[in-house]
């Protein structure tokens, strides 16, 4: 075997072990140690931050879920979730807007049915609907609405659970998470959390 041959040879098993080095470092080791990091000081975050509700998980307060009969209709007994183009709804295997631009005919259609709707069933007029009622946000999966969303629905979930619409109201303001570090973002209301705490209430609305 000539020198070249030897440098060659060289080259490539330097190659290979650096291949393999990095690969346990940085495709085994260092994931397993960022995994233990975060389940032992964040737990809940590494988790998934699922949600739970009477011993069994229900979702993730990361997530956005809809609150739909089989036929996609809004069940009226619960909170309703901002509208989502992820795949059939919420599909976090397909995170998306709906990439339809502001004078799409097709957005404009949806639009003005989900207005229509928010007329019929929460009596609302179209001044009064926020924009996150209508729009689909851009991940497709965004667990929260605006408490002027949420406030908005207050009426009809009431009257469908036959509770105070006094109560309703009360239970969303406590629901409503402030911007973040006091001055980021916007308030929110997650609707799942909100909807739990909504089961847990009685007819007449005690605890």
């Known amino acids: 075997m000539n020198a070249t ?3 060659t ?15 346990v470092v940085l495709g085994v080791a260092y994931p397993l140690a960022v995994t233990g990091i975060g389940r032992l ?6 988790d998934g931050s699922t949600v739970s509700s009477q011993g069994a998980v229900v979702g993730s307060s990361l997530i956005g879920q809809s609150f739909t009969d089989a036929k996609g209709n809004a069940l009226p007994q619960w909170f309703q979730s ?3 183009a992820a795949g059939d709804g919420y599909d976090g295997g397909a995170s998306s807007g709906s990439n ?5 005919p097709d957005l404009l259609t949806a639009i003005q049915q989900r207005k229509a ?6 009596g609302a007029t179209a001044g009064s609907i926020p924009p996150d009622a209508l729009t689909a946000s851009g991940s497709g999966l965004d667990p929260h609405i605006s408490p002027a969303y949420a406030l908005l629905q207050v009426d009809a ?6 509770i105070g619409a006094d109560r309703v109201r009360a239970l969303v303001e406590q629901h409503v998470q402030q911007r973040d570090l006091g001055y980021l973002g ?4 997650n609707v799942l959390e909100l909807n739990i705490a909504l089961a847990a209430m009685g007819p007449d609305g005690n605890r």
């Open 157 to 162: 979930v009431a009257r469908a659970r036959g």
């Open 9 to 23: 040879g060289r080259q490539y098993w330097v190659a290979l072990r650096a291949l393999l080095i990095f690969t």
């Open 5 to 7: 041959a030897r440098g």
């Open 117 to 122: 709707a928010l007329e019929k069933v929460d």
């Open 186 to 189: 916007e308030p929110t209301v």
């Open 100 to 104: 339809l631009g502001p004078n799409n």
């Open 41 to 46: 000081a964040l737990p809940h975050q590494a």
């Open 82 to 84: 901002r509208p989502s």
